[in-house]
């Protein structure tokens, strides 16, 4: 169903010896994960891995404000998640500076990825989604559940366990947790 390509286009392609592109049918299917990733955590890991065969790309897209500090520099919150989807050519890494929907219309991104853990994410996210359909009903919000274990783990908290110098094993992606621990 995502396969731009279907066999029936690839039989009337040979058939009548046209390039396959003049009959591509479905569009791409191009979701934007928008966050703040300040930084990556095992669970905005898990759920992208998870949305990975539902889409033919996603966009991790860093939403920022100027006036916003962080614990880590928008380009090295870029490259953290580079480097945890190194070699994954489904993934792309951004940034922006507009309204998420306005974003999802320049890369012509269909889908909004988020992840729920708890009650007050779902309140969260759900005025969110809502006011972006109401601006923008041809963007679909998907969400996808957390897994069980890492419902309690955020950003915020990998900070805190940075600040004190604590373990991050198990909080950030293995790949990135001797580039992030101090
Ligand atoms: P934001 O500031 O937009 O909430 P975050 O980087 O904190 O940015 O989160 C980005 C997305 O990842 C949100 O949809 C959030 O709910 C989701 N998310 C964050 N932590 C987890 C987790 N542990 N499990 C699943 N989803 C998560």
Do not use: W
């Not at 891995?49 to 939403?63: C, H, M, S, T, V």
């Amino acid at each position: 169903m995502f396969n731009m390509h279907n066999s029936n286009n690839s039989n009337i392609s040979k058939l009548f010896h046209v390039p396959l592109l003049c009959l591509k049918t479905e569009t791409m299917r191009r979701a934007v994960f928008p966050g703040s990733f300040d930084p990556i955590t095992i669970g905005h890991e898990d759920i992208i891995k998870r949305a990975l065969p539902l889409f033919d790309e996603i966009i991790i897209a860093i939403g920022f404000n100027s006036t916003k500090g962080g614990m880590y520099s928008i380009e090295e919150r870029m490259q953290l998640i580079s480097d945890v989807f190194a070699g994954e050519e489904k993934i792309k890494v951004d940034k922006y500076q507009i309204l998420t929907i306005d974003y999802c219309h320049d890369k012509k991104a269909n889908y909004l990825l988020r992840g729920l853990r708890t009650a007050a994410d779902f309140e969260f996210e759900r005025g969110i989604g809502q006011v972006n359909r109401l601006m923008a009903d041809d963007i679909e919000t998907v969400f996808m559940l957390t897994a069980p274990e890492y419902t309690p783990i955020s950003s915020s908290i990998v900070r805190d366990v940075i600040r004190h110098k604590g373990n991050l094993k198990g909080l950030v992606p293995e790949s990135i947790l001797d580039k992030i621990s101090l």
